[in-house]
Protein backbone atom coordinates (compact mmCIF):
# COMPACT_ATOMS: atom_id res chain seq x y z
CA UNK A 1 0.00 0.00 0.00
CA UNK A 2 1.16 3.38 -1.35
CA UNK A 3 0.93 6.76 0.81
CA UNK A 4 0.23 9.79 -1.14
CA UNK A 5 2.88 12.91 0.34
CA UNK A 6 1.26 16.13 0.72
CA UNK A 7 1.82 18.90 -1.73
CA UNK A 8 2.70 22.43 -1.29
CA UNK A 9 -0.52 22.85 -2.86
CA UNK A 10 -2.06 20.58 -0.36
CA UNK A 11 -0.55 22.87 2.45
CA UNK A 12 -1.35 25.81 0.42
CA UNK A 13 -5.38 24.63 0.65
CA UNK A 14 -5.32 23.60 4.22
CA UNK A 15 -4.07 27.51 5.23
CA UNK A 16 -6.81 28.72 3.02
CA UNK A 17 -9.24 27.02 5.00
CA UNK A 18 -7.95 27.88 8.02
CA UNK A 19 -7.57 31.48 7.29
CA UNK A 20 -11.28 32.57 7.82
CA UNK A 21 -11.36 31.20 11.07
CA UNK A 22 -7.98 33.06 12.32
CA UNK A 23 -8.96 36.01 10.88
CA UNK A 24 -12.91 36.06 12.36
CA UNK A 25 -10.96 35.21 16.43
CA UNK A 26 -8.59 38.39 15.40
CA UNK A 27 -11.01 40.61 14.94
CA UNK A 28 -12.97 39.99 17.84
CA UNK A 29 -10.54 39.44 20.06
CA UNK A 30 -7.28 40.70 18.43
CA UNK A 31 -5.44 37.81 19.29
CA UNK A 32 -3.05 38.50 16.13
CA UNK A 33 -1.79 41.06 17.61
CA UNK A 34 -0.99 38.99 21.17
CA UNK A 35 0.48 36.29 19.02
CA UNK A 36 2.75 37.88 16.99
CA UNK A 37 4.24 39.77 19.99
CA UNK A 38 4.79 36.67 21.96
CA UNK A 39 6.24 34.91 19.06
CA UNK A 40 8.98 37.19 19.06
CA UNK A 41 9.79 36.84 22.49
CA UNK A 42 13.49 35.98 23.19
CA UNK A 43 14.36 33.02 26.12
CA UNK A 44 17.69 32.88 27.16
CA UNK A 45 18.84 29.02 27.03
CA UNK A 46 20.01 27.94 30.50
CA UNK A 47 19.13 24.86 32.14
CA UNK A 48 18.10 26.49 35.60
CA UNK A 49 15.36 28.20 33.71
CA UNK A 50 13.29 24.91 33.44
CA UNK A 51 12.92 24.60 37.10
CA UNK A 52 10.06 27.06 37.18
CA UNK A 53 8.86 24.61 34.16
CA UNK A 54 9.25 21.34 35.90
CA UNK A 55 6.76 23.07 38.31
CA UNK A 56 4.57 24.51 35.97
CA UNK A 57 4.35 20.80 33.97
CA UNK A 58 3.53 19.15 37.55
CA UNK A 59 0.83 21.08 38.17
CA UNK A 60 -0.58 20.39 34.91
CA UNK A 61 -0.21 16.41 35.47
CA UNK A 62 -1.41 16.99 39.10
CA UNK A 63 -4.96 18.56 37.80
CA UNK A 64 -5.36 15.88 35.05
CA UNK A 65 -4.50 13.08 37.91
CA UNK A 66 -7.05 15.04 40.20
CA UNK A 67 -9.82 15.25 37.71
CA UNK A 68 -9.67 11.58 37.47
CA UNK A 69 -9.48 10.69 41.09
CA UNK A 70 -12.51 13.06 41.70
CA UNK A 71 -14.52 11.04 40.21
CA UNK A 72 -14.39 7.64 42.62
CA UNK A 73 -13.13 9.18 45.75
CA UNK A 74 -15.62 9.13 48.20
CA UNK A 75 -15.28 12.67 50.78
CA UNK A 76 -16.97 11.45 53.80
CA UNK A 77 -16.50 9.86 57.17
CA UNK A 78 -19.78 8.21 57.43
CA UNK A 79 -18.83 4.79 59.10
CA UNK A 80 -19.11 1.62 56.66
CA UNK A 81 -17.50 -1.89 56.67
CA UNK A 82 -15.35 -2.90 54.35
CA UNK A 83 -16.72 -5.84 52.13
CA UNK A 84 -15.70 -9.18 52.72
CA UNK A 85 -15.26 -9.62 48.51
CA UNK A 86 -13.10 -7.18 47.81
CA UNK A 87 -9.18 -6.86 47.63
CA UNK A 88 -7.39 -6.54 50.11
CA UNK A 89 -7.76 -9.29 52.04
CA UNK A 90 -6.41 -7.46 55.41
CA UNK A 91 -9.12 -4.64 55.24
CA UNK A 92 -12.09 -7.36 54.89
CA UNK A 93 -14.77 -6.69 57.58
CA UNK A 94 -12.87 -4.24 59.01
CA UNK A 95 -14.42 -0.62 60.01
CA UNK A 96 -13.35 2.37 58.33
CA UNK A 97 -14.54 6.16 56.94
CA UNK A 98 -16.13 6.16 53.61
CA UNK A 99 -13.16 8.03 52.52
CA UNK A 100 -11.05 5.18 53.12
CA UNK A 101 -12.60 2.55 51.64
CA UNK A 102 -13.30 4.81 48.41
CA UNK A 103 -9.40 5.00 48.59
CA UNK A 104 -9.18 1.29 48.62
CA UNK A 105 -11.29 0.78 45.62
CA UNK A 106 -10.13 3.10 43.85
CA UNK A 107 -6.77 1.39 44.54
CA UNK A 108 -8.06 -1.86 43.72
CA UNK A 109 -11.11 -1.89 42.12
CA UNK A 110 -10.70 0.59 39.02
CA UNK A 111 -9.34 0.42 36.05
CA UNK A 112 -5.69 1.85 36.29
CA UNK A 113 -7.12 3.95 39.82
CA UNK A 114 -3.86 3.01 41.51
CA UNK A 115 -2.01 4.06 38.87
CA UNK A 116 -3.66 7.71 38.76
CA UNK A 117 -3.01 7.74 42.47
CA UNK A 118 0.66 7.16 42.37
CA UNK A 119 0.93 9.88 39.61
CA UNK A 120 -1.02 12.19 41.10
CA UNK A 121 0.77 12.29 44.55
CA UNK A 122 4.47 11.84 42.82
CA UNK A 123 3.45 14.89 40.83
CA UNK A 124 2.54 17.20 44.39
CA UNK A 125 5.98 15.81 45.30
CA UNK A 126 7.81 16.95 41.80
CA UNK A 127 5.50 20.03 41.97
CA UNK A 128 6.68 21.53 45.62
CA UNK A 129 10.09 20.11 44.65
CA UNK A 130 10.30 21.99 41.92
CA UNK A 131 8.91 25.56 43.53
CA UNK A 132 11.97 24.90 46.12
CA UNK A 133 14.58 24.35 43.71
CA UNK A 134 13.49 27.41 41.17
CA UNK A 135 13.07 30.45 44.03
CA UNK A 136 16.44 29.07 45.37
CA UNK A 137 18.04 29.52 41.81
CA UNK A 138 15.90 32.95 42.18
CA UNK A 139 17.31 33.79 45.27
CA UNK A 140 20.98 32.99 44.87
CA UNK A 141 20.84 34.74 42.10
CA UNK A 142 19.59 38.19 42.94
CA UNK A 143 16.66 37.51 40.29
CA UNK A 144 14.42 39.01 42.75
CA UNK A 145 15.34 43.03 42.54
CA UNK A 146 14.02 45.29 41.12
CA UNK A 147 11.05 45.30 39.08
CA UNK A 148 10.86 41.47 40.44
CA UNK A 149 9.76 42.20 44.08
CA UNK A 150 6.08 41.85 43.28
CA UNK A 151 6.48 37.94 41.75
CA UNK A 152 9.16 36.91 44.35
CA UNK A 153 5.88 37.49 46.95
CA UNK A 154 3.83 35.48 44.54
CA UNK A 155 6.36 33.15 44.11
CA UNK A 156 6.79 32.91 47.84
CA UNK A 157 2.65 32.62 48.09
CA UNK A 158 2.59 29.85 45.38
CA UNK A 159 5.00 27.85 47.83
CA UNK A 160 2.91 28.43 50.77
CA UNK A 161 -0.53 27.55 48.69
CA UNK A 162 1.88 24.27 47.01
CA UNK A 163 2.80 23.03 50.91
CA UNK A 164 -1.63 23.45 52.20
CA UNK A 165 -2.21 21.30 48.60
CA UNK A 166 -0.14 18.41 49.86
CA UNK A 167 -1.10 18.71 53.76
CA UNK A 168 -4.55 18.45 52.59
CA UNK A 169 -4.47 16.19 49.95
CA UNK A 170 -2.46 14.01 51.98
CA UNK A 171 -5.28 13.86 54.43
CA UNK A 172 -7.56 12.81 52.15
CA UNK A 173 -7.10 8.86 52.12
CA UNK A 174 -7.94 9.07 56.20
CA UNK A 175 -5.74 6.07 57.11
CA UNK A 176 -3.31 6.26 60.02
CA UNK A 177 -0.54 8.21 58.78
CA UNK A 178 -3.08 11.22 57.55
CA UNK A 179 -4.75 10.95 60.19
CA UNK A 180 -1.83 11.40 62.55
CA UNK A 181 -0.79 14.74 60.67
CA UNK A 182 -4.48 15.92 61.69
CA UNK A 183 -3.46 15.15 64.76
CA UNK A 184 -0.70 17.40 64.81
CA UNK A 185 -2.33 19.97 62.98
CA UNK A 186 -4.48 20.33 65.78
CA UNK A 187 -2.15 20.60 68.47
CA UNK A 188 -0.39 22.99 66.87
CA UNK A 189 -3.52 25.10 65.99
CA UNK A 190 -4.27 24.52 70.29
CA UNK A 191 -1.26 25.26 70.96
CA UNK A 192 -1.59 29.12 69.86
CA UNK A 193 -2.94 31.57 72.58
CA UNK A 194 -5.96 32.87 72.82
CA UNK A 195 -7.29 31.96 69.38
CA UNK A 196 -5.75 28.78 69.49
CA UNK A 197 -9.30 26.50 70.65
CA UNK A 198 -11.39 28.54 67.99
CA UNK A 199 -9.03 27.48 65.33
CA UNK A 200 -9.26 24.06 66.08
CA UNK A 201 -13.36 24.24 66.26
CA UNK A 202 -13.39 25.83 63.13
CA UNK A 203 -10.88 24.10 61.37
CA UNK A 204 -12.38 20.40 62.43
CA UNK A 205 -16.17 21.35 63.23
CA UNK A 206 -15.86 20.54 66.76
CA UNK A 207 -13.91 18.42 68.82
CA UNK A 208 -11.06 16.47 66.71
CA UNK A 209 -11.40 14.79 64.79
CA UNK A 210 -15.54 15.53 64.01
CA UNK A 211 -17.20 14.28 61.31
CA UNK A 212 -16.41 17.48 58.45
CA UNK A 213 -12.76 17.94 58.53
CA UNK A 214 -12.56 15.78 54.95
CA UNK A 215 -15.15 17.29 53.48
CA UNK A 216 -13.54 20.29 54.26
CA UNK A 217 -10.35 18.91 53.26
CA UNK A 218 -11.67 17.73 49.86
CA UNK A 219 -13.41 21.45 48.95
CA UNK A 220 -9.90 22.75 50.01
CA UNK A 221 -7.93 20.52 47.93
CA UNK A 222 -9.66 20.55 44.71
CA UNK A 223 -11.37 23.85 44.53
CA UNK A 224 -10.04 26.71 46.63
CA UNK A 225 -6.29 25.92 46.87
CA UNK A 226 -5.90 24.85 42.74
CA UNK A 227 -8.12 27.93 41.73
CA UNK A 228 -5.74 30.69 43.94
CA UNK A 229 -2.52 28.59 42.20
CA UNK A 230 -4.21 29.60 38.59
CA UNK A 231 -4.54 32.86 39.39
CA UNK A 232 -1.73 33.20 41.15
CA UNK A 233 0.81 31.31 37.92
CA UNK A 234 -1.10 33.64 35.74
CA UNK A 235 -0.17 36.62 37.27
CA UNK A 236 3.63 35.15 37.60
CA UNK A 237 3.66 34.37 34.06
CA UNK A 238 1.92 37.65 33.01
CA UNK A 239 4.86 39.31 35.46
CA UNK A 240 7.57 37.42 33.53
CA UNK A 241 6.47 38.52 30.20
CA UNK A 242 6.49 41.95 31.30
CA UNK A 243 9.30 42.11 32.90
CA UNK A 244 11.42 41.06 30.66
CA UNK A 245 13.95 37.16 31.07
CA UNK A 246 16.75 37.92 33.12
CA UNK A 247 19.89 36.15 31.55
CA UNK A 248 23.70 34.97 33.28
CA UNK A 249 26.10 37.33 32.77
CA UNK A 250 27.78 37.19 29.30
CA UNK A 251 29.14 38.39 25.96
CA UNK A 252 26.57 40.59 24.38
CA UNK A 253 23.95 40.21 27.67
CA UNK A 254 23.01 43.41 29.00
CA UNK A 255 20.15 44.85 31.22
CA UNK A 256 18.55 46.35 27.99
CA UNK A 257 18.29 42.98 25.77
CA UNK A 258 17.91 39.29 25.99
CA UNK A 259 20.10 36.71 24.48
CA UNK A 260 18.57 33.47 23.43
CA UNK A 261 15.87 31.98 21.20
CA UNK A 262 12.38 32.53 19.91
CA UNK A 263 9.81 31.71 21.44
CA UNK A 264 8.17 30.76 17.64
CA UNK A 265 9.41 27.80 16.55
CA UNK A 266 12.48 26.78 19.11
CA UNK A 267 11.14 27.55 22.43
CA UNK A 268 7.85 26.21 21.97
CA UNK A 269 8.70 23.18 20.64
CA UNK A 270 11.41 22.34 23.20
CA UNK A 271 8.70 23.71 25.91
CA UNK A 272 6.17 21.45 24.52
CA UNK A 273 8.69 18.49 24.06
CA UNK A 274 9.64 19.33 28.02
CA UNK A 275 6.39 18.78 29.52
CA UNK A 276 6.37 15.11 27.62
CA UNK A 277 9.37 14.27 29.26
CA UNK A 278 8.17 15.52 32.62
CA UNK A 279 4.75 13.58 31.98
CA UNK A 280 6.80 10.34 31.15
CA UNK A 281 8.75 10.73 34.06
CA UNK A 282 6.18 10.96 36.46
CA UNK A 283 4.37 8.20 34.87
CA UNK A 284 7.31 5.67 35.69
CA UNK A 285 7.61 6.54 39.10
CA UNK A 286 3.73 6.55 39.54
CA UNK A 287 4.12 2.58 37.71
CA UNK A 288 7.55 1.79 39.01
CA UNK A 289 7.71 2.89 42.53
CA UNK A 290 5.12 2.24 45.27
CA UNK A 291 3.98 5.44 47.07
CA UNK A 292 1.26 6.13 50.31
CA UNK A 293 0.11 2.11 50.65
CA UNK A 294 -2.64 3.29 52.91
CA UNK A 295 -3.72 -0.74 52.90
CA UNK A 296 -0.61 -1.29 55.05
CA UNK A 297 -1.57 1.08 57.75
CA UNK A 298 -5.12 0.89 57.59
CA UNK A 299 -8.08 3.28 58.51
CA UNK A 300 -7.26 6.02 61.39
CA UNK A 301 -7.41 5.20 64.66
CA UNK A 302 -5.55 6.86 67.51
CA UNK A 303 -4.34 4.59 69.39
CA UNK A 304 -1.59 2.21 67.40
CA UNK A 305 1.79 4.62 67.71
CA UNK A 306 4.92 3.01 65.98
CA UNK A 307 8.12 3.83 63.91
CA UNK A 308 8.43 4.99 60.71
CA UNK A 309 5.28 7.78 60.29
CA UNK A 310 6.87 10.27 58.92
CA UNK A 311 5.04 12.95 56.27
CA UNK A 312 5.95 13.87 52.78
CA UNK A 313 9.26 15.68 52.77
CA UNK A 314 8.36 19.38 52.81
CA UNK A 315 6.44 18.98 55.37
CA UNK A 316 9.16 17.14 58.05
CA UNK A 317 10.37 19.98 59.02
CA UNK A 318 8.01 20.61 60.97
CA UNK A 319 7.78 17.48 62.40
CA UNK A 320 11.57 17.58 63.14
CA UNK A 321 11.02 20.60 64.32
CA UNK A 322 8.50 19.08 67.15
CA UNK A 323 10.37 16.23 67.94
CA UNK A 324 13.13 17.72 68.90
CA UNK A 325 11.46 20.98 71.39
CA UNK A 326 11.79 19.53 74.91
CA UNK A 327 8.18 18.98 76.17
CA UNK A 328 9.05 20.61 79.51
CA UNK A 329 8.39 24.49 78.02
CA UNK A 330 4.35 24.16 79.43
CA UNK A 331 2.81 26.57 81.89
CA UNK A 332 -0.30 27.43 83.18
CA UNK A 333 -0.96 30.70 83.47
CA UNK A 334 -4.49 32.19 84.80
CA UNK A 335 -6.18 28.39 84.21
CA UNK A 336 -4.65 28.55 80.48
CA UNK A 337 -2.24 25.96 79.45
CA UNK A 338 0.49 28.13 76.93
CA UNK A 339 2.78 24.98 75.21
CA UNK A 340 5.45 26.25 74.03
CA UNK A 341 6.86 23.07 73.34
CA UNK A 342 4.33 22.87 70.42
CA UNK A 343 3.75 26.62 69.77
CA UNK A 344 8.00 27.37 69.40
CA UNK A 345 8.30 24.32 66.69
CA UNK A 346 5.19 24.48 65.17
CA UNK A 347 4.38 28.08 64.56
CA UNK A 348 7.49 30.31 65.63
CA UNK A 349 10.37 28.27 63.94
CA UNK A 350 8.48 28.16 60.67
CA UNK A 351 7.02 31.82 61.02
CA UNK A 352 10.19 33.24 61.20
CA UNK A 353 12.06 30.72 58.60
CA UNK A 354 8.99 31.71 56.14
CA UNK A 355 8.85 36.00 56.80
CA UNK A 356 12.62 35.97 56.30
CA UNK A 357 12.24 34.32 53.01
CA UNK A 358 9.22 37.00 51.86
CA UNK A 359 10.47 39.85 53.07
CA UNK A 360 14.15 39.18 52.02
CA UNK A 361 14.20 41.55 48.47
CA UNK A 362 12.99 44.78 50.33
CA UNK A 363 15.40 44.22 53.26
CA UNK A 364 18.22 43.42 50.69
CA UNK A 365 16.49 46.86 48.68
CA UNK A 366 16.75 49.00 52.25
CA UNK A 367 20.68 47.89 52.84
CA UNK A 368 22.17 48.67 49.62
CA UNK A 369 19.65 51.55 48.39
CA UNK A 370 19.28 50.31 45.20
CA UNK A 371 16.76 51.93 43.09
CA UNK A 372 17.92 50.48 39.30
CA UNK A 373 16.36 47.73 38.04
CA UNK A 374 18.27 44.32 37.37
CA UNK A 375 17.90 41.86 34.16
CA UNK A 376 21.42 40.13 34.45
CA UNK A 377 21.73 38.07 37.21
CA UNK A 378 24.31 37.75 40.52
CA UNK A 379 26.99 35.07 40.38
CA UNK A 380 26.23 34.04 43.94
CA UNK A 381 30.07 34.27 45.13
CA UNK A 382 29.56 38.25 44.40
CA UNK A 383 26.86 38.58 47.12
CA UNK A 384 28.73 36.39 50.18
CA UNK A 385 25.99 37.52 52.54
CA UNK A 386 22.89 36.52 50.93
CA UNK A 387 24.55 33.34 49.54
CA UNK A 388 25.51 32.26 53.30
CA UNK A 389 22.12 33.12 54.56
CA UNK A 390 20.29 31.12 52.05
CA UNK A 391 22.91 27.97 52.90
CA UNK A 392 22.36 28.65 56.35
CA UNK A 393 19.00 28.28 56.45
CA UNK A 394 18.73 24.82 54.08
CA UNK A 395 21.30 23.77 56.85
CA UNK A 396 18.35 24.72 59.32
CA UNK A 397 16.04 22.92 57.18
CA UNK A 398 17.89 19.59 56.80
CA UNK A 399 18.83 19.17 60.15
CA UNK A 400 14.87 19.38 60.96
CA UNK A 401 14.28 17.27 58.13
CA UNK A 402 16.76 14.66 59.70
CA UNK A 403 15.11 15.01 63.04
CA UNK A 404 11.90 14.49 61.72
CA UNK A 405 13.75 11.10 61.09
CA UNK A 406 15.03 10.26 64.12
CA UNK A 407 13.02 7.12 65.17
CA UNK A 408 14.52 5.77 61.76
CA UNK A 409 17.83 6.49 62.28
CA UNK A 410 17.69 4.88 65.49
CA UNK A 411 16.40 1.10 64.94
CA UNK A 412 18.10 1.01 61.24
CA UNK A 413 21.41 1.94 62.66
CA UNK A 414 20.85 0.94 66.16
CA UNK A 415 21.77 4.11 68.09
CA UNK A 416 20.56 5.94 70.68
CA UNK A 417 17.35 8.14 69.93
CA UNK A 418 18.35 10.30 72.71
CA UNK A 419 21.41 10.89 71.99
CA UNK A 420 20.43 11.39 68.07
CA UNK A 421 17.72 13.67 69.22
CA UNK A 422 20.79 15.86 71.69
CA UNK A 423 23.17 15.57 68.67
CA UNK A 424 20.39 17.65 66.35
CA UNK A 425 19.26 20.13 69.05
CA UNK A 426 23.02 21.51 68.92
CA UNK A 427 23.22 20.96 65.58
CA UNK A 428 20.18 23.22 64.70
CA UNK A 429 21.68 25.91 66.04
CA UNK A 430 26.01 25.42 65.38
CA UNK A 431 25.33 23.57 62.21
CA UNK A 432 23.57 26.91 60.29
CA UNK A 433 26.25 29.46 61.94
CA UNK A 434 29.12 27.42 60.95
CA UNK A 435 27.55 27.08 57.58
CA UNK A 436 27.26 30.62 57.08
CA UNK A 437 30.72 30.92 58.13
CA UNK A 438 32.47 28.70 55.94
CA UNK A 439 29.64 29.71 52.98
CA UNK A 440 30.94 33.36 53.04
CA UNK A 441 34.85 32.47 53.23
CA UNK A 442 34.01 30.45 50.02
CA UNK A 443 32.52 33.15 48.37
CA UNK A 444 35.38 35.89 49.78
CA UNK A 445 37.90 33.05 48.33
CA UNK A 446 36.29 32.91 45.00
CA UNK A 447 36.25 36.56 44.11
CA UNK A 448 39.98 36.80 45.46
CA UNK A 449 40.86 34.63 42.85
CA UNK A 450 38.62 36.31 40.07
CA UNK A 451 40.88 39.14 41.11
CA UNK A 452 43.88 37.01 40.44
CA UNK A 453 42.59 35.03 37.24
CA UNK A 454 41.61 38.80 35.50
CA UNK A 455 44.98 40.20 36.43
CA UNK A 456 47.29 37.55 35.33
CA UNK A 457 45.28 35.11 33.44
CA UNK A 458 45.42 31.33 33.70
CA UNK A 459 48.64 29.42 34.74
CA UNK A 460 50.43 27.40 32.15
CA UNK A 461 52.49 25.89 34.42
CA UNK A 462 55.67 26.65 31.95
CA UNK A 463 58.22 28.31 33.67
CA UNK A 464 60.79 30.15 32.00
CA UNK A 465 63.95 32.69 32.66
CA UNK A 466 63.99 36.28 32.20
CA UNK A 467 67.46 37.78 31.16
CA UNK A 468 67.81 38.79 34.67
CA UNK A 469 67.96 35.24 35.95
CA UNK A 470 64.92 35.57 37.38
CA UNK A 471 61.96 32.60 36.85
CA UNK A 472 58.81 33.47 36.07
CA UNK A 473 55.57 31.20 35.02
CA UNK A 474 54.07 31.94 32.28
CA UNK A 475 50.25 32.86 32.46
CA UNK A 476 47.47 32.43 29.52
CA UNK A 477 45.73 35.82 28.95
CA UNK A 478 41.82 35.44 29.28
CA UNK A 479 40.01 36.62 26.18
CA UNK A 480 37.80 39.65 26.58
CA UNK A 481 34.33 37.01 27.23
CA UNK A 482 36.02 35.41 29.97
CA UNK A 483 37.79 38.70 31.31
CA UNK A 484 34.53 40.64 31.08
CA UNK A 485 32.67 38.15 33.41
CA UNK A 486 34.82 38.36 36.07
CA UNK A 487 34.89 42.28 36.10
CA UNK A 488 30.93 43.11 35.15
CA UNK A 489 29.60 43.47 38.50
CA UNK A 490 29.58 46.62 40.96
CA UNK A 491 30.62 45.65 44.30
CA UNK A 492 28.09 47.12 46.83
CA UNK A 493 29.36 48.75 49.88
CA UNK A 494 28.36 49.76 53.49
CA UNK A 495 25.82 53.10 53.72
CA UNK A 496 27.72 56.04 54.54
CA UNK A 497 25.59 58.68 56.71
CA UNK A 498 25.69 62.39 57.45
CA UNK A 499 26.57 62.84 60.84
CA UNK A 500 24.53 63.08 64.34
CA UNK A 501 24.84 66.54 64.33
CA UNK A 502 24.95 69.50 61.52
CA UNK A 503 27.09 72.50 61.43
CA UNK A 504 25.38 74.34 63.95
CA UNK A 505 25.42 71.54 66.78
CA UNK A 506 21.75 70.55 66.19
CA UNK A 507 20.94 66.56 66.21
CA UNK A 508 20.00 65.59 62.87
CA UNK A 509 16.16 64.35 63.06
CA UNK A 510 16.28 60.43 61.64
CA UNK A 511 19.79 59.67 62.58
CA UNK A 512 18.90 56.76 64.48
CA UNK A 513 17.11 55.18 61.93
CA UNK A 514 19.84 56.29 59.62
CA UNK A 515 22.45 53.63 61.94
CA UNK A 516 20.38 51.23 62.49
CA UNK A 517 20.46 50.89 58.57
CA UNK A 518 24.40 51.26 58.37
CA UNK A 519 24.47 48.68 61.16
CA UNK A 520 22.66 46.15 58.89
CA UNK A 521 25.09 47.42 55.78
CA UNK A 522 28.14 46.70 57.54
CA UNK A 523 27.09 43.35 58.34
CA UNK A 524 26.27 42.57 54.41
CA UNK A 525 29.36 44.67 52.94
CA UNK A 526 32.03 44.93 55.88
CA UNK A 527 33.55 42.14 54.06
CA UNK A 528 33.93 42.63 50.47
CA UNK A 529 36.54 41.53 47.13
CA UNK A 530 36.70 45.03 44.96
CA UNK A 531 36.20 43.65 41.42
CA UNK A 532 39.56 44.65 39.48
CA UNK A 533 39.30 48.47 37.67
CA UNK A 534 40.57 49.53 34.24
CA UNK A 535 42.99 51.45 36.17
CA UNK A 536 44.45 48.28 37.78
CA UNK A 537 44.42 46.19 35.47
CA UNK A 538 46.42 48.79 32.71
CA UNK A 539 49.06 48.96 35.86
CA UNK A 540 49.02 44.97 36.35
CA UNK A 541 50.04 44.71 32.23
CA UNK A 542 52.33 47.54 32.48
CA UNK A 543 54.31 46.21 35.34
CA UNK A 544 54.59 43.10 33.30
CA UNK A 545 55.37 43.93 30.63
CA UNK A 546 52.15 42.83 28.53
CA UNK A 547 50.71 39.87 26.69
CA UNK A 548 50.94 39.82 23.46
CA UNK A 549 47.74 41.11 21.36
CA UNK A 550 46.92 42.98 24.70
CA UNK A 551 48.34 46.16 24.79
CA UNK A 552 45.65 47.02 21.95
CA UNK A 553 43.00 47.41 24.68
CA UNK A 554 44.40 50.03 26.55
CA UNK A 555 42.73 53.07 25.74
CA UNK A 556 44.48 56.66 26.71
CA UNK A 557 42.24 57.41 29.33
CA UNK A 558 43.22 53.86 31.48
CA UNK A 559 40.73 52.25 30.66
CA UNK A 560 40.03 48.96 29.23
CA UNK A 561 37.89 48.47 26.27
CA UNK A 562 37.76 44.95 25.95
CA UNK A 563 37.80 43.83 29.31
CA UNK A 564 35.38 46.32 30.67
CA UNK A 565 32.98 47.20 27.51
CA UNK A 566 30.39 44.80 26.87
CA UNK A 567 32.00 42.60 24.08
CA UNK A 568 30.23 43.49 20.70
CA UNK A 569 31.05 40.23 18.36
CA UNK A 570 28.22 38.45 16.45
CA UNK A 571 26.85 35.43 18.57
CA UNK A 572 26.35 32.07 17.25
CA UNK A 573 23.91 31.48 14.80
CA UNK A 574 21.11 29.30 17.21
CA UNK A 575 21.06 32.37 19.34
CA UNK A 576 19.59 35.38 17.98
CA UNK A 577 19.56 39.07 20.79
CA UNK A 578 16.64 40.76 21.60
CA UNK A 579 16.05 44.36 20.77
CA UNK A 580 15.83 46.83 23.67
CA UNK A 581 12.33 45.55 24.80
CA UNK A 582 10.32 45.93 27.86
CA UNK A 583 8.37 42.94 27.03
CA UNK A 584 10.36 40.30 26.31
CA UNK A 585 9.72 36.96 28.59
CA UNK A 586 11.33 37.35 31.78
CA UNK A 587 12.42 34.79 34.65
CA UNK A 588 11.20 36.05 38.06
Given amino acids: MSTATPTHSDTRK ?31 DHWSFMLGEIALYSFIVLVLSGFFLTMYFVPSMGHVTYPEDQLPV ?14 LRLSFEVRGGLLMRQIHHWAALLFVAAIVAHMLRVFFTGAFRKPRELNWVIGFTLLILALLAGFSGYSLPDDVLSGNGLRIADGVARSIPIIGSYVSLALFGGEFPGVDIIPRLFTVHILLVPALIVALVT ?15 GP ?10 PVLPVYAAKAGGFFF ?139 SLNGITWFLRIMFFVAPVFAFWITKRICLSLQRRDRELALHGHETGRIVRMPSGQYLEVHQPLDDDERWVLVSYDADRMVEIDPAEDENGVRRPGYEKDKQRQRLSRFFYEDRIEPVTPVELAEEMAAHGGHDGE ?3 IEEDGGLRAAFDRPEQDEPAAITSGRDERNTPASS
Wanted: hydrophobic share 50%; proline share 7%.
Fill in 14 to 44: ALNKAAPVADYLDRRTGVGKVVREFARKVFP
Fill in 90 to 103: TMQGVGMSEAFAST
Fill in 235 to 249: IHLVLVVVHKHTQYP
Fill in 252 to 261: GRTEKNVVGY
Fill in 277 to 415: VVFGFIALLGALVSINPVWIHGPYDPSPVGAGAQPDWYMLFLEGGLRLMPGWPEFVIGGYTLSLNILIPGVVIPGVLFTLLAVWPFVEAAVTKDRGEHHVLDRPRNAPVRTATGVAVITAFMVLNVAGANDILATHFEL
Fill in 551 to 553: ETA
